[in-house]
């Protein structure tokens, strides 16, 4: 019996082996070209094994200056992450824990966070061009944390849900301000829930495209816009736009792996725990 | 902190005055509300003025030159924007109902007993989580027709190299883009799904002599059938409003086969200068998505107001 078992696990690992290989190889492939030499990229037949080598990513940094693409994503992402935070908490608490006509304010922020992010960049341009404030690192700031928030409030709630509404209770009978139930209690308890939230907010800021192309130019542009500037009249630098994907998407998926536990949540915003 | 001390405010009501006092709960939501009025409604309202205009950026002053509802009566009556109407809703429908499939199929096998589960799950996530715009431009270089891999492989067992990204089939190759990017997001839900059925149920149903068809028919689908809910309403919506790698894979080409809604828009706005007609495109664009959305909503608010304090 035991045996049995041990055998059956051991086919099943062996066919999610060949599952996950099948199914990655487009990763794989990205990575593949990150590393290969620029010139066999579009060699027929492709090359899947080769000697390791770092010409894209020495490309990227002397010739193109990625580093300014990446300063400016971690600038605006951080930012952006760390304000949205600051006004989703109390948001969050308030909407869990405090009596308010709140119902109005739920139903308009989950409506918010359905608008599709081209119809919110359209309007938003144009407002930031009429006000001169086109390619500078605040707009991006603001429009991140504007079309985040909805998504951070709502999840963030289903953290704050999950502390008893008695400990705040009991922290007003002695004497504690709203404020302070709020900073010493609620914050600590919801801690976990604030990473996670953070950890989502920040991928999605990372990740984000469409905003950073239509409101930056050379001042502002992010690190996904860079790979644009990769393609140029002599063909496309596949080498170079490797090791940039590289760079781009390795922190957001260390991310999301180390925040597992908690992914499912969030891609659901709290509805499937 | 003591001006927010005295408990009583805590309800919204100011005992000692007869003029309205915001409460706590006001202060608390102030910062939020602020951010989404400023930055998320005005430009949306100023979007809404301007629908009404024949403003065109390469006409100067046509800002005030108030048009009633001609620029939606135009969009509504041209062909490009039905078309686009209709490429969203076949790159939406059917990415999602191939994901469905895809993404409860890994999440049985991910539900099996084997080593190294968790490793693999893991590594099934990567291409939810990666860089969109990056996903885009790999899967147009896979896709390339005389130098891309896919066709490496489909010419290496004997066919003839596919057009991927030709008129018939670019529309089929992003959708195969978005069920590879999107099954795992599947995957993840349906399996905390499977992970949350009843012990007990499965034990009971094999005491009864149920085959393992009958047991996935009768027990586990219906079972499912509320996640499988969920993950593809959040993901239709989703994926309506689909820009990064679509653009950066096809740009809505060839033509116009592959021009969603997004797309659309963003090449009326960013091409045409003529904002009348592009900010009433994307306000038909929000329409639409949120008149799909409605079930969702309906279903998250209804939701959380049960499970309020």
């Not at chain 1, 899947?48 to 990513?57: K, M, S, T, W």
């Not at chain 2, 509504?76 to 469905?100: D, F, H, K, M, Q």
């Not at chain 2, 409860?104 to 939810?128: H, K, W, Y």
Request: hydrophobic letters at 55%; a positive charge.
């Amino acid at each position: 019996m035991y045996r049995y078992r041990t055998l059956r696990r051991s086919l099943v690992t062996l066919l999610w082996i060949g599952v996950s290989l099948f199914y990655l190889f487009p990763y794989t492939w990205m990575v593949m070209t990150g590393f290969r030499n620029p010139i066999d990229t579009l060699t027929m037949p492709p090359r899947f094994i080769f000697q390791p080598n770092l010409e894209g990513f020495r490309y990227i940094f002397t010739t193109t200056g990625f580093q300014h693409y990446l300063v400016n994503s971690i600038i605006v992402t951080v930012s952006a992450t760390v304000l949205i935070i600051a006004t989703a908490a109390p948001a969050a608490y308030a909407l869990t824990h405090l009596k308010t006509r709140g119902r109005a304010f739920l139903l308009v922020i989950l409506v918010a966070r359905m608008v599709p992010g081209v119809a919110v960049v359209i309007p938003f341009y144009l407002v930031a061009a009429k006000l001169g404030q086109l390619d500078t690192y605040h707009v991006l700031i603001l429009i991140f944390t504007a079309f985040n928030l909805p998504f951070a409030i709502w999840l963030l709630r289903s953290f704050f849900r999950e502390i008893h509404p008695e400990l705040r209770e009991a922290a007003i009978m002695d004497g504690c301000s709203e404020l302070r139930v709020f900073g010493r209690i609620m914050l600590p308890l919801a801690a976990g829930g604030l990473v996670a939230t953070g950890v989502f907010v920040f991928i999605a800021a990372w990740n984000e495209f469409l905003f950073a192309l239509v409101l930056t130019n050379s001042q502002a542009p992010t690190a996904p816009i860079a790979i644009l500037g990769f393609r140029t009249e002599y063909g496309t630098q596949w080498g170079a736009i490797g090791a940039a994907a590289l760079l781009i998407s390795t922190p957001v998926i260390v991310f999301a792996i180390v925040m597992q536990k908690y992914l499912v949540r969030g891609l659901t915003m709290g509805s499937i725990r | 902190m003591s001006m927010t001390g005295r408990g009583s405010q805590a309800d919204g009501t100011a005992p000692h005055s007869t003029s309205w006092r915001p409460g706590t709960a006001f202060w608390f939501l102030l910062p939020a509300a602020a951010v989404l009025i400023v930055i998320y409604a005005g430009p949306l309202l100023f979007a809404f003025h301007a629908s009404f205009t024949a403003w065109s950026l390469v006409q100067p002053g046509s800002d005030k030159d108030y048009v009633g509802l001609q620029n939606y009566e135009d969009v509504l009556g041209s062909g490009e924007y039905w078309n686009a109407v209709s490429v969203t809703l076949r790159y939406s429908l059917s990415a999602v109902a191939i994901e469905l499939v895809v993404g409860t199929a890994f999440a049985l096998l991910l539900n099996l007993e084997f080593f190294c589960r968790s490793m693999f799950r893991s590594l099934m996530v990567i291409p939810m989580v990666m860089t969109p715009a990056v996903t885009g431009i790999f899967w147009k270089l896979l896709y390339e027709q005389q130098s891309g891999v896919y066709n490496y492989f489909v010419t290496s067992v004997g066919l003839p190299r596919v057009a991927w990204l030709g008129v018939d089939m670019s529309l089929v190759s992003i959708i195969i883009m978005d069920v590879w990017q999107t099954s795992p997001f599947f995957m993840l839900v349906i399996l905390a799904g499977l992970q949350s059925i009843d012990e007990n149920v499965i034990a009971a149903a094999k005491v009864d002599g149920a085959s393992a068809s009958q047991m996935f028919r009768y027990i586990t689908l219906p079972f499912l059938a509320p996640y499988m809910a969920i993950a593809a309403s959040f993901r239709i919506i989703a994926s309506m409003g689909d820009f990064d790698k679509i653009f950066l894979a096809t740009a809505g080409g060839p033509g116009s086969v592959t021009t969603t809604m997004s797309i659309f828009a963003f090449k009326t706005g960013f091409n045409a200068f003529d904002i009348g007609r592009t900010t009433s495109i994307a306000l038909i664009f929000v329409l639409i998505v949120l008149s799909v959305s409605a079930p969702l909503l309906w279903f998250l608010f209804k939701s959380t107001a049960a499970e309020r304090h």
